[in-house]
């Protein structure tokens, strides 16, 4: 962990494994029938999926999970962008927003530069660690306020429009 990262942590201390489960037990609720917020949340399980997949995996089964966790997560966050994040801004602040789309910016670089380690190492496993902290909490703050802002506050119409959007903006990506 970087001395940045431990001075945020510090700051801004990570949700507990309680708190992240609680949050999405909610929001599982409360998106019944909401078609983006359930993809979403079927979108995060595959992710923490990944993370399980490559840190118990080795070699080249390892760099593999690696490579479909960079796939899954660059045409989650393409759709996130592009459909969700607008109403985020509108229903949840601005700040919460661009909070988000810095996050998925730094998710990238950290994922590039964990592709180019070499699975099992030391620093390899740091970086996978690291990168999976930082999805979660984002992924906590997504599932705890976010998208329940969004999902009670933004008309039935736009959240229909958003849940037919965000599966076409998804859909792009070719996950194979």
């Known amino acids: 962990m ?30 019944r029938g909401e078609g983006f917020a359930e993809d979403i949340l079927a979108q995060h399980r595959a992710i923490e ?3 399980a997949e490559a840190r118990n ?31 985020i801004s509108e229903h949840s602040g601005k700040a919460h927003a661009g909070m988000a789309y810095e996050e998925h910016a730094m998710t990238k670089v950290q994922l590039a530069a964990l592709q ?3 699975p099992g190492t030391q620093e390899w496993r740091e970086k996978l660690d690291h990168i999976e902290s930082a999805v979660q909490q984002h992924v ?8 329940p802002d969004v999902i009670r506050h933004a008309p039935v ?10 599966s076409e903006y998804y859909g792009r990506v070719d996950l194979a």
Do not use: C, T
């Open 140 to 147: 906590y703050q997504e599932e705890s306020s976010w998208l």
């Open 2 to 31: 970087s001395f940045l990262d431990r001075i945020a942590a510090a700051l801004a201390p990570a949700a507990s494994d309680e708190q992240r489960m609680e949050a999405r037990q909610k929001l599982e609720e409360l998106a």
């Open 57 to 87: 995996s080795s070699g080249p089964a390892a760099q593999a999970a690696v490579r479909e966790l960079a796939v899954l997560l660059n045409a989650h966050s393409m759709a996130e962008e592009a459909v969700v994040y607008p109403e």
């Open 116 to 118: 180019q380690l070499q």
């Open 157 to 166: 119409g736009d959240r229909q429009r958003m849940s037919a959007e965000f």
């Open 49 to 51: 999926g990944l993370f």
